[in-house]
């Protein structure tokens, strides 16, 4: 079920539809814009969408495409590097840093306060083979939600 508020502030919606567009029915843009019909239009007064005359048409192969597929993220590390040596704990740290775009997000998402993405967990997962270790990433726990 899609909430209005965690879609994002500055998100590209799509006016196609489903009979304009063969992947409508399953676009997270499309979708999204179709949800705010029935919500508060003054939370959305201003918004980002593609142009109309593209979603009439779109190509087979549309870049805006965004699967509305749950994924599952993973949530907070807090735990993450208590059983790891601590001659690997140190260079897998500063490996799962390397994971994120900023060293912010690792701190955030170590708290549980940002999520991880399912692309962040396979590089942690690639992190602790780096580093000669078997065993997969614990995490704190996970969420489902969409990829905006």
Same mark, same amino acid.
């Given at each position: 079920? $899609?909430?209005?508020?965690?879609?994002?502030?500055?998100?590209?919606?799509?006016?196609? /539809?489903?009979? /304009?567009?063969? %992947?409508?029915? /399953?676009?997270? !843009?499309?979708?999204?814009? %179709?949800?705010?019909?029935?919500?508060? *239009?003054?939370?959305?007064?201003? $918004? !980002?969408?593609?142009? *109309?005359?593209?979603?009439?048409?779109?190509?087979?192969?549309?870049?805006?495409?965004?699967?509305?597929?749950?994924? %599952?993220?993973?949530?907070?590390?807090?735990?993450?590097?208590?059983?790891?040596?601590?001659? &690997?704990?140190?260079?897998?740290? %500063?490996?799962?840093?390397?994971?994120?775009?900023?060293?912010?997000?690792?701190?955030?998402? !170590?708290?549980?306060? !940002?999520?991880? /993405? *399912?692309?962040? &967990?396979?590089?942690?997962?690639?992190?602790?083979?780096?580093?000669?270790?078997?065993?997969?990433? &614990?995490?704190?726990?996970?969420?489902?939600?969409?990829?905006?």
């Amino acid at each position: 079920m $899609m909430n209005l508020q965690d879609i994002p502030k500055d998100y590209i919606f799509c006016p196609a /539809t489903n009979d /304009t567009c063969p %992947r409508a029915a /399953t676009c997270l !843009r499309a979708l999204a814009l %179709r949800a705010l019909a029935g919500g508060n *239009p003054k939370e959305w007064l201003v $918004m !980002r969408t593609l142009n *109309p005359g593209y979603a009439q048409h779109p190509p087979k192969d549309c870049e805006y495409y965004r699967d509305s597929t749950p994924v %599952r993220y993973a949530v907070g590390m807090m735990h993450m590097f208590d059983n790891i040596p601590l001659k &690997q704990a140190r260079e897998l740290r %500063r490996k799962v840093m390397g994971c994120f775009s900023c060293e912010s997000y690792f701190y955030q998402s !170590r708290k549980g306060e !940002r999520n991880i /993405t *399912p692309a962040e &967990q396979k590089s942690i997962e690639n992190a602790f083979r780096a580093v000669g270790l078997s065993e997969a990433p &614990q995490y704190d726990g996970s969420s489902e939600g969409y990829l905006w």
